[in-house]
């Protein structure tokens, strides 16, 4: 028996803006809070102890992964049982993903224990600091386990399409999490309490995404009988394709930090942690902008739309170039001058670590919105396949740059690039074009040159400041970003946009005008 449920909406392009808007602010606030914190924790807790808590940070990063992907499963099937009015489906959706996740949740909890046992004989970690890195891993590890059990709450509000309640959720935790690790820092308190605020905090927003799904959901919607063993394994087909690309993009991301760790010290590791955490920034923001494509493409495939979603496509990814390339520029032409200003030490070669990073990073960003319009329709396992294959040959060229050549952290940010720019430089978009019904003439009129046009004023504006007038503190490099980006945003309106898309954007802002006034 199947029955309508009142919650779901419908897909259309006022929405799938008003979701990506959402979710890039939370995630854009987010990132600029995370930016500003990393001079504030190495100046307080210092560069080997910052570096410490990168390293323990760094691993339980990987605590997603045994998730196999089916948090992304439940992204693509709440939407396809909102679409057909299936409240036991989903009710089977929740209960099988929930039994699941909590499974998960005692092995990280047991990982945690041995990690907590075997941390400083795999890790370079100083005497002094290895009884507070081992309580700092019990207490990060716990609160993962306990936040892997509830995860799929994210999930269920993004199938519902509730950008808004998750941003505004996100948004608040953010807040009052900054206002206590600031206080205990100042303090004097140091890496276990670090450890705390983060882990907590990631609960309370599981959480309060919790109890937002329990309104959204029908009654009862965890059932011990709804559970269903070949549900399961359907969502975890669909899910590992998802779990080999999250697995490869936190490889390519943070296996750098962690051979660090292993090979080198903990004081290289806080300077690569550096690195990463502004490649960090501009990939959370492209990534967020992207996430609401998916429950959109799930929806369109659904009801066979083609037109719509190809044409999703093609725009989701020209948006996306609009923030890649002016901000991957400033990350190249400005590296030093942001890095100085940023975290006020001079580290030789870390602008030049920070260009190659970045460079492959760009690569993979540029094609992260057909990633999520291909997932949508659980056709992305290509995806998945080549970026644990570059993944492997990141983490190859880093050993071998660390452990034989001894190229330091210069080696390991070209084993972050190198594989990067190959498979999503030529593999992936062929791909994705060839799946989708792209041509290649047709993607560079509809997205490259209209992408290159709109950036290209902001990008000159960036290389003409730096040879003639190089900013040298805090305003000045806040001048430069506001003036890049007020460029680029005039520059894509006029030579990136068509009329339509005008007339689109102008009606939405009108539309968010009147809601403010009524």
């Not at 999490?177 to 206080?183: K, S």
Request: proline share 3%.
């Amino acid at each position: 028996m199947t029955s309508t449920v009142a919650q779901g909406r419908r897909t259309d392009a006022t929405l799938v803006v008003t979701n990506v808007l959402w979710n890039a602010a939370a995630s854009l606030f987010g990132s600029v809070i995370a930016f500003l914190l990393v001079p504030f924790l190495l100046g307080r807790l210092g560069e080997v102890v910052y570096g410490v808590w990168a390293l323990v940070g760094s691993v339980f990063a990987y605590a997603v992964v045994f998730q196999l992907g089916l948090v992304s499963a439940v992204n693509r099937y709440i939407p396809v049982r909102l679409a057909s009015g299936d409240v036991p489906g989903l009710r089977a959706v929740v209960s099988t993903c929930s039994v699941f996740l909590a499974g998960v949740g005692v092995v990280v909890l047991g990982l945690t224990l041995g990690l907590h046992q075997w941390l400083t004989q795999i890790f370079q970690i100083p005497p002094a600091l290895a009884a507070d890195a081992q309580l700092c891993v019990l207490v990060v590890g716990g609160c993962a386990a306990l936040t892997t059990v509830t995860s799929a709450a994210s999930a269920i509000l993004s199938g519902y399409q509730r950008y808004d309640l998750m941003a505004g959720s996100r948004i608040a935790v953010t807040l009052a999490r900054t206002a206590v690790l600031v206080f205990l820092v100042v303090q004097g308190w140091g890496l276990v309490a670090v450890a705390l605020v983060y882990g907590l905090s990631e609960l309370l927003v599981n959480a309060i995404y919790l109890a937002f799904c329990l309104r959204l959901l029908p009654e009862r919607p965890f059932s011990a009988r709804a559970v269903d063993a070949a549900l399961l394994r359907e969502m975890l087909a669909y899910g590992f394709n998802t779990f080999n690309y999250i697995l490869g993009a936190l490889l390519l991301l943070k296996v750098g930090e962690v051979l660090i760790g292993i090979y080198r010290s903990a004081e290289e590791v806080a300077h690569y942690a550096i690195v990463t955490a502004s490649v960090l920034t501009l990939t959370t923001v492209i990534e967020s902008f992207c996430a609401a494509i998916k429950p959109a493409a799930s929806d369109l495939d659904a009801i066979d739309d083609h037109a719509r979603l190809k044409e999703l496509t093609l725009l989701s990814q020209k948006y996306s170039l609009f923030m890649i390339l002016p901000s991957a520029a400033f990350l190249l032409v400005m590296g030093r001058e942001f890095l100085l200003i940023w975290t006020h030490k001079d580290i030789p070669l870390l602008p030049t670590i920070l260009a190659i990073v970045v460079v492959g990073h760009a690569f993979r960003l540029a094609q992260h919105s057909s990633f999520f319009v291909l997932v949508g329709k659980g056709e992305h396992r290509f995806f998945g396949r080549l970026m644990v294959i570059m993944a492997a040959g990141t983490v190859g060229l880093g050993w071998l740059g660390l452990a034989v050549l001894d190229w330091g952290l210069l080696g390991v940010a070209w084993a972050s690039a190198i594989p990067l720019v190959v498979g999503c430089g030529i593999l992936l978009p062929r791909h994705a074009y060839k799946q989708l019904g792209i041509g290649w003439v047709e993607s560079l009129w509809r997205v490259w040159l209209p992408s290159l046009g709109g950036a290209a004023p902001g990008v000159l504006l960036l290389v003409a400041w730096k040879l003639t007038m190089p900013p040298r503190s805090w305003p000045e490099l806040l001048l430069v970003v506001c003036a890049v980006a007020a460029t680029t945003l005039m520059a894509a309106w006029k030579l990136g946009l068509g009329e339509s898309e005008r007339m689109r954007f102008w009606n939405l802002a009108k539309q968010g005008w009147s809601r403010v006034f009524a």
